[in-house]
């Protein structure tokens, strides 16, 4: 495809989508519908929130070891509730656990706030149905910022496919509920951290412990999860020729815990192991590797590299 260079005359804007086409980053796309382009209130309000909350977690009257240790203790069980729990077990079946394993791993992924499991699985399915076609609801192709979170931002016609792609999930009353309730998990949670920072006397109080706690872990948790939508679908390399643009990031696989091998991935979605080569650290699937010594994991799916 040839491009022509932006004239001199042409809007900074335009300028800057003449330069990403150029460097591969954006693909041609339609404009977003008129329906699409507003951006939805609730959900920038709720963003914008978070981000200020984590700011705010990091003022030096806030911090402490304890406030620390809660952030890793609660990233941990976050991201691994969402990668174990949303993502290769409910999403890809890529093994079987027993119900109380599988509800436990669940609720560790809706403590993200990443809606509930119902709607997180289906538009997952739904991304894998399109990767990086103009119907992918976080489409590559249109730019790095749109994959990263802007998507959110709108409303995206995938949701009406939801309900059609979860039938196997659509029975459990616990999931219908956390699909509509997922938020209140936070109140608890909230609450316990007040609780604790009050009786350790931490430097800023209980009200440190919930900023490290939930808005700056949430805001964590969301460009992890975010950076597999979009820097895996830009930067690394690939094992396996997909029709879309994944790529195994190193980087993306550290701090996602093994979903930053998203070009294998794409390529064996049903693999509960994500890192396929020596080299390929893939900390998720060392949990799945405890759970089945346990007895907790069971027919555990696994694609292997061919070289």
């Known amino acids: 495809m040839n491009l022509r260079l932006p004239s001199p005359e042409a ?21 977003l519908p008129p329906r699409q382009r507003r951006r939805k209130l609730g959900t920038t309000t709720f963003m914008l929130a978070l981000h200020v909350g984590a700011v705010a977690a990091l003022l030096p009257w806030n911090w402490s070891w304890q406030a ?29 656990a027993p119900k109380p394993v599988e509800r436990l791993l669940v609720l560790m992924g809706t403590l ?10 289906g538009l997952h399915r739904h991304h894998h149905l399109h990767s990086d076609q103009p119907n992918d609801h976080h489409d590559a192709g249109r730019g790095l910022w749109w994959a990263h979170s802007e998507w959110m931002l709108h409303e995206i016609p995938a949701l009406a496919h939801v309900e059609r792609l979860t039938g196997d999930l659509e029975r459990d009353p616990l999931y219908g509920w956390l699909d509509r309730w997922f938020l209140l998990l936070q109140l608890p949670l909230g609450a316990a ?4 920072g009050e009786a ?3 430097p800023g109080g209980g009200l440190a412990l919930v900023l490290w706690g939930i808005p700056l872990r949430l805001v964590l948790v969301y460009h992890v999860t975010w950076l597999v939508n979009s820097a895996t679908h830009a930067f690394g390399y690939r094992n396996f020729d997909c029709p879309d643009r994944s790529r195994n990031c190193w980087w993306v696989a550290l701090l996602s815990f093994g979903e930053g091998w998203h070009n294998n991935h794409h390529a064996h979605p049903s693999s509960a192991r994500h890192g396929l080569r020596w080299f390929e650290f893939d900390l998720t699937w060392q949990h799945i590797r405890l759970l089945r010594a346990l007895g907790w994991a069971r027919r555990v799916r696994l694609a292997r590299y061919p070289g």
């Open 193 to 196: 951290l007040y609780a604790a």
């Open 112 to 121: 993200a706030c990443q809606s509930g499991p119902i709607e997180w699985v």
């Open 200 to 202: 350790w006397k931490v």
């Open 11 to 31: 809007s900074a804007p335009e300028a800057r989508r003449q330069a990403r086409l150029r460097a591969g980053l954006v693909l041609p796309r339609a404009p």
């Open 68 to 96: 620390v240790a809660v952030l890793a203790v609660l990233y941990w069980t976050t991201v691994l509730g969402v990668t174990l729990g949303l993502h290769r077990l409910l999403a890809h079946r890529a093994f079987e």
